[in-house]
């Protein structure tokens, strides 16, 4: 008894509908407006991953400096000589000043090359315009912001 009712439901709604879909007749929507993605960046960027490399050599370089001063100092401490103890205190203050230096140098370059790599735009390729403003700007004004970094 079930089948024949739910068959009688279905030959109803099967009948009942209307041949035609609403808005059928109305004109197809035009297709979809062509969108070119912007033109890839090719500038080289041998630079940036040069200046990455040697900061990291330096920053790495830093370590094995710094042992050698801790070990220069040991041996300042364990001298008994007199006329010795200076030269090696000297010599202890000139091998940490390397390690400090090797490893502030290798830090700063390492910076830089992160900001040359994904933040410096070349001069050519920069768009500026009122809708396109630079990403970071500094505009000393009473109504604006004194720094101002756009996405």
Known sequence: MRSRLAALMLAALSCGTPTRAAGADAPAASSFEVVTPPARDSR????A?????V?????GASFPLAAEADHRYDVYLAESDVDQIES????????DNYAKASLLIGEALLATAVWMRFVH???DTRVTTR????RLTLDVRPD????????
């Open 49 to 53: 991953w040069g200046t990455a490399i």
């Open 144 to 151: 604006r912001c004194a720094l101002a970094l756009h996405f």
């Open 121 to 123: 735009s070349a001069p």
């Open 55 to 59: 900061g990291v050599v330096l920053v």
């Open 88 to 95: 090696r205190y000297q010599s202890t203050l000139r091998m």
């Open 131 to 134: 809708e396109t403003p630079e």
């Open 44 to 47: 080289s960027h041998k630079l």
